[in-house]
C-alpha cells in the first residue's frame, strides 16, 4: 500500500494512484484558530511550530503538509517591513517596500538568513521533514512572483506599472523571483524538502488580463520552475486564485508540475484543456461546500470534481483555494474520506 506521498508523487507524475490523492493546501490560518493559537506566538518557536504541524496532518491526514502557510506576506516583510499580527488570521505586510526606482537597489535579500520568522520556519520544516517526510510530501508555501511585487510596490502601482513602467515592473519581478528562489534555496541544499508550493493569487483573471500574465507572471513562474527542476530535480507547485480560464493553455508553458486552481474554473474545461500535459488539482468550493455545507453536501462536490478529472491519473482533489478559518473539521475529514473511498 502506497504511503500518501507517494500516493500524490504518482499524481505529480502524471500517473493514475491506488486511490484518488487529496491535498489540503495551505491550512496554515485554519490550523492557527481551531488550535487556539496566533501566529507571533510561534515566531523563535520552531518546535512547538513544528509538533503543531505535525499533529495537524495526523487529525487531517491531507497528502501534503504545507510549513509556513499563513506566514506568506513575512518573506517581503523580513527585508525590513512591518508587520501586523492578528487575533485571527495571517499577519500582513503593512506597508510597501519600494517607492521609487532606488528602493529597489537597497533591498538586500540576503537579511533573509538573520530574520527569526524565516529561520522558524526553516528550521520547522526540517523537523517536519525529520518526522513525518516519509510519510507526507512537505511543501512549504511562499507567494509567487508577481505577487512579491505587488508587495512590494503596490497592487494598484503594480497593475499601473505593467502599462506606464514596464522596464521597473520587469526589474521589480526579477527581483521577486530572486526572493523566492532565496527562501527556498536553504532547504532543497539541505535536502529537506523535494517541492516549493507557490501561491500567485495576483496573477489571477480576476486582476490581470491574459495578455499581462504571459508578459508579466509566466515567465518569472517558469524562471522559478526551471532553476527548481536543474538545480535540485525539485518539483514546483503553483496554485493561482480566481478565474484563470482565459489562461489555462499558457500554464504548462510555466513548466510548473502541479497547477491548483479556483472553483471558479469549471474542472472539465480544465482537465480538457491541459489535463494530459499537467497535472491539476482542484476545485472544491471553499465557502460553499466546505465551509457552509454539510459533510453530504462536502462528499458530493469533491464525488463531482473526482468524476470530472480522475481519468488517466495526474489529479489531486483538492479545495478551490486555502480554507477559510471557519471549516468544520468534520467537513475536512469527509472531504480527505471521498478520495480515500475512491480506488483506481
Known sequence: MLTPKETVLKAFNMELAERVPVVIYGGGVWTMKNSGNRFDNYVGEPEKYAQLIIDTAEKVQSDMVFPGSGFNNLHAAALGG????????????????????????????????????????????????????????????????????GQLYGVERLMRGTFKQKEFMHAILEFSTELCYEFYRPMFEAGYITCAALADPTASGDLISRKQFETFAMPYLKDFSRRLHDNFNGLHFLHICGDTSDRLGLIPETEVDLFAFDYKVDMAKAKEEIGDRQCIAGNVDPVHALTQGTQQRVREASTECIKKANEGGGYVLLPGCDIPPTVPLENIQAFVQTAHDWKN
Request: glycine content about 6%; proline content about 7%.
Open 82 to 149: 512591518t508587520v501586523k499580527y492578528r487575533e485571527v488570521g495571517a499577519p500582513d505586510l503593512e506597508a510597501p517596500l519600494i517607492n521609487e526606482p532606488a528602493d529597489l537597489d537597497k533591498l538586500d535579500i540576503s537579511r533573509l538568513k538573520d530574520d527569526e520568522v524565516i529561520n522558524t520556519i526553516w528550521k520547522a520544516t526540517e523537523i517536519v521533514n525529520e518526522k513525518i517526510g516519509d510519510k507526507y510530501l512537505v511543501g512549504p508555501t511562499a507567494w509567487g512572483p508577481f505577487t512579491i511585487a
